[in-house]
């Protein structure tokens, strides 16, 4: 899977960086490929945006 026109940090390689994806098979892919590159604060999150918003704000 190749990261195209991503805007990515330049300059802060810890800069935390959560990734969406079609599916989670999908943001997981791409979290691996970008682990692999100078980013070393990549997470995905398996659902959609919506559970991610529903869980946080459940705290």
């Known amino acids: 899977m190749k990261v195209k026109g991503s805007p990515m940090p330049l300059d802060d390689f810890d800069t935390r960086i959560v990734l969406f994806g079609r599916d ?15 980013w070393h604060n990549v997470a995905y999150y398996p659902g959609t945006f ?10």
Do not use: F, I, T
């Not at 989670?24 to 100078?38: C, E, H, M, N, T």
């Not at 991610?52 to 459940?58: F, I, N, T």
């Open 50 to 59: 919506e559970e991610l918003l529903a869980a946080l704000s459940a705290k």
């Open 24 to 38: 989670a098979r999908q943001a997981k892919a791409l979290a691996d490929v970008l682990s692999k590159r100078p």
